[in-house]
Each structure stands twice: as C-alpha cells, then as structure tokens.
C-alpha cells in the first residue's frame, strides 16, 4: 500500500476543482459506493461554494456519454467510474477539464485536461483495499475539511462493494476506518454479526440469515419459540418488533451463545460473534450499503444521497418496493429452472425481459451466495438498448480467475464495453449475442478451470 503516492496525486487532482469557477457536472454510479462517492462529492463542493449539479447512472456506457456531452459545463467530475472509459471520455469530452475518482481498473489512455485519481495508479487494487467513495473522500478532504464527519461513508461504500473480508478492513480502507472511529463516525462493538441489525425484527434476521445455519433458521414460528426459550422478547410495548440493536449486551451475549450451541458450533469459526460496525445512523455498514443500493436500483439514487447527508431519515417506502421486486424475480428463477444453464464451469442466469437490467447484479449475488453452487456465476438480462451482464467470483477464486479480463476479452469477440474487478465484472453486450458471448466464456473459463 503506497497512501502517500496516493495523497499527493490527491493534491495534484484537486487542483481543477479548487480553482474552478464555472459550472461543474458531476456524475456518479448508482449503487451504494456511487451513491457514497457522491455524496461526499456534493458535500464538499457545496461547502465550497461551487456551482454544481449531479446525477447518478447505472454505467458510463457510450450512450450515456453522449448525453452527457451535451450538458453545458465547464468542469465533468467523474465518481466511482470513468477510469475504464477514458478513451470514451476524451472522445466525447474534447476539450472538457475532466477530473475523475475511481478504483476501478484503468483502461485507455490518458491526455492533457483530465485530472484521474485511481488507487491502482498508486499501487493499491481498487477491488478490496479502497472503496469508489474512499478515493473520492480522499480527493475531496484536499478541497475541505468539511467533509471529515462523513469518512463513514467511504466504508459504507467498500461494504456495498464487499471489500470486507471475515468481517474485518484492509489496507486504505482500515485507514480510514481508524479515522472514523477517532472522529466518533463509526463505533465498533462486538457482537452477533447478523444482517439487519436495525432494520430487521430479529426472528427474521435469524431466519434469513447467511452467517448462521440454525436447524430451524427456515421456520418462522420456530425462530420466534428459539427467542422465546431465551427469554428475549420479539415485540417492543409500542407493538413494533424488536431488532437485534434493541437488545441489551447481555440479551446479545446469550442468544449469541445459544445460536453456536445449537448450530452444532463448538468455537467462533464462523465468526457469527464479531465487529460490528455502526454508523451515526445508527445502522451497521452493511445494512446501510443495502438500503442506499435499494435506492439506486430503484431508479432514487438522490434520496439515498439525502440519507446518507442527512437530510432525510427514511427510505421505508423505497426498502418496501425494492424487497417486493427482489421476491418476484427470485420466484421468476425459481419456477422458470430453464433460465439457469450450468456447465462445468460456471452458472449463466439468462433473464432476457424476465427481470430489469438494474437488478440483475443483485439477483444474481443473492443467487451465488444461497441457490447456485457454481463458483462463478453471470446474470445476463435485456436492457434498452442491448444486454446487462453482470459476472461474480467466489473469494476463494482469487488469484485464478480474472472476471475482468475473460469478460473484456469476450467483448472484442461480442462487441459491447466491459469492466470491473478480478471477481466482480459487467458488460453490455450488443442486442442478440447473449449465446455468442456464454459461449466465449466457456471457452476462456474451460482453458483454466474447472472449478
């Protein structure tokens, strides 16, 4: 890790932004690291005084970049992508200071006017070290220090990316978590690492939960008798149901000891009692990462960057719709089986218009951790104007597989753009090329694999 090569191409970078006095479009990606990014992004050029406007977008495809092309501005910052466009950018961006934020894997050549901030040009691998939102936190924090109260944010977003390895941080990202926690942002407790902390009734927390494998985890009525035995309460006087942040430490500490005892756990292994991570929110990382990615693929990125700036409290009617689409495109999976080819390689998950192309990734990471056991995994579904693919890697893939590399070589067979991380890719594949493409893969994946 080189953080101070990181710093000082930091300082060059900002430059732009600190003696920019006219319009500045900013576009940031639309899951919860964009969302982050950009929120940082607007919090520090705010402070500053600067004008500016934002949106957030699914992918910086060569659609998208005509249309922004044609927004009148003098400065494009660009958060949590750009780096694996920047021939695009330039092509579509003649002339235009452009300043750029990403961890991402550069691909192009760079030119005179673009000022690129990319952790990879230090050294450091965008993929597990620093989230989109922590490159931006640090390229900002030159511009103002306004923005120190918000570092959370940078760890909410490597969350969301799933930069987090046996519940722990890394490299850039531990930095920065050492920072939030000196500035009271985040507070660690120890504690049973269960999704939904907050936001969950705890029986359904137990019941759906990955980390845990209870004998009875998939019966509602027998999660809700296993927290009655315990003596711990699933509705509060107010009739709202009880969360695994209302309980006392020591509720928490006894039903942590019964899960490992009647999950037939002898130790810790699992790491089921841990860090946990809770925000100023008062939500924990993860869950936080869930709901500002309800947002985007909700089509409200700008209400999860008013969550996360505070300047709304609540996304409930958002979470709801979003739960409900996720249900209905599971059970499209679940009742079409012939959606799902498996080889000996991989799982393709072909959706076609079955399920939206904002929600594939999704539906396919849900799928890799619960229902497939491929180690690697693609969800292809119809968009607009082509084909959304989105490319997953099991963790204990690294250093075999590089779904980065196999999907940009599958493109210049395909045609269609493609980017990503060693074990998390996309495409956008042309209309009608979905077989064409499987069958690239195939071929790539079966040189090295299987798996």
Known sequence: MDLKKLELLAEKVSEPLKNETGKIHAVSHFDA?????????????????????????????EDELKRISLVEADLFLFTDLGSGQLDNIQRYLPG???????????????????????????????????????????????????????VYLTLVGAAGDVQKNNGEFKSVNNELLSEAVSLDAITI???????????????????YSNEIDLPFSDDESKCIAFLS????????????????????????????????????ITSNCNNIVGNVFIIP???????????????????????????????????????????????????FVKNKPEMLRTTENA?????????????????????????????????????????????RADKSLEGKVNLKEIVSNAVEVTGGEGGGHSLASGAKLPPGVADAFIAEIEKQLSEIGPF
């Open 33 to 61: 690291d964009g969302i982050c990014a950009g929120s940082i992004a607007y919090q520090a050029l705010k402070a500053l005084g600067k004008d500016f406007d934002i949106e957030f977008i699914k992918q910086l495809e």
């Open 229 to 264: 035995n315990l003596g711990i309460p699933i509705m509060k006087n107010n009739n709202d149901w009880v969360t695994l942040a209302d309980l006392t430490d020591e509720q928490e500490k006894k039903l942590a000891t019964a899960i490992i005892l009647n999950s037939g």
């Open 347 to 391: 799982s393709y998950l072909v959706a076609g218009d079955a399920i939206e192309d904002n929600f594939i990734g999704t539906i396919i990471s849900i799928l890799a951790n619960s229902y497939i056991d491929s180690k690697i995994c693609f969800g292809l579904a119809n968009s607009v104007n082509g084909i959304k693919v989105s490319g």
């Open 281 to 331: 929110t008062k939500h924990e990382l993860r869950e936080f990462a869930t709901m500002l990615n309800s947002c985007g693929r909700m089509g409200s990125s700008m209400e999860g960057l008013k969550l996360c700036l505070g300047m709304i409290d609540s996304i409930d009617h958002i979470q709801k719709k979003y739960k409900r689409k996720i249900a209905t495109y599971l059970g």
């Open 96 to 150: 235009k200071t452009i300043v750029i934020a990403d961890h991402h894997e550069p691909q192009g050549e760079e030119w005179d006017k673009l000022y690129h901030l990319n952790c990879h040009l230090a050294g450091i691998d965008g993929k597990d070290e620093v989230s989109g939102a922590g490159v931006t936190y640090i390229l900002m924090k030159h511009l103002t220090k306004e923005i120190c109260p918000y």
């Open 189 to 207: 407790k120890k504690g049973l690492r269960l999704f939904g902390r907050s936001t969950r009734p705890i029986h359904m927390a137990l019941r």
